[in-house]
């Protein structure tokens, strides 16, 4: 009898503890992506570098390589801020330039003017000033891949100097507006920069461009032409 009686406590017990078991909440495993989500990080200026151009009434002509190191986060309106400095580390003038979307892993080029107050500036900084909400996750593809730059040459008459080619849209949308920004180099490194801008270019065509520039060139080794779509 006492021996029936142990059996049947043991039994209860072990009925008990299933039950509890069985009433507890499953725990949500965690996922491998949320396991591995990465971090933002900050845009990146991979090179710039500028001339002036002239010595009269300067002004900063300029080219930036920006790079987004991020494998899942897009930048909204990525903005560069360029500061020109005297000698005394006094700020002659401040500009900004704001991009398109830059995708994750992209690099992207560009090249323009910024105001140094006609003076001649000691120094030039650029920063990028893009905010935490910029970053958002995403894992879309530039447009700008389907961008390509063919045909490019580079023609000159003591006057100014034209840098010519073609642009074709290799994707299956028509780009509205394309800037398309020339960069000059001297031993690897940015020295100068320019653009302008193509309209209409359908999807599958490709169209004549040439940026003309007034300026005094610097000395340069090797240039190249870049395409970004501007179809904002």
């Known amino acids: 009898m006492k021996k029936f009686l142990y059996l049947l406590v043991v039994f209860a017990f072990l009925l008990n503890i299933t039950a509890c078991s069985s009433s507890e ?16 990080k900050e845009l990146e200026i991979v090179d710039s570098g500028y001339s002036l151009s002239s010595k009269d009434s300067p002004y900063i002509k300029y080219g930036i390589e920006i790079k987004n190191p ?44 910024a105001d140094c107050a006609e003076k001649i500036p000691s120094k030039v900084e650029f920063e990028i000033t893009n905010l935490d909400e910029d970053y958002v ?31 074709k849209n290799d994707g299956a949308l028509d780009v509205s507006t394309a800037n398309i920004s020339v960069i000059l180099y001297k031993d690897g490194k940015i020295i100068f920069g320019t653009s302008t801008f193509v ?9 004549p461009f040439d940026v003309s520039e007034y300026s005094d060139i610097p000395e340069y080794d090797s240039y190249e032409i870049y395409a970004l779509d501007w179809s904002f």
């Open 70 to 113: 991020n494998s899942s986060y897009t930048v909204e309106f990525p903005n560069i801020r360029i500061t020109a400095y005297d000698e005394n580390e006094n700020i002659l003038a401040s500009s900004d330039q704001t991009f398109n979307t830059i995708a994750p892993g992209e690099t992207i080029h560009w090249g323009s003017q």
């Open 25 to 40: 909440k499953p725990s949500t495993p965690t996922t491998k992506e949320s396991e591995e989500k990465e971090e933002v």
């Open 199 to 207: 309209d209409n270019i359908a999807s599958g065509k490709e169209i």
């Open 137 to 167: 996750e995403s894992t879309a593809v530039s447009s700008n891949n389907a961008l390509k730059i063919t045909n490019k040459n580079v023609v000159s008459d003591g006057f100014d100097t034209k840098f010519t080619g073609k642009i």
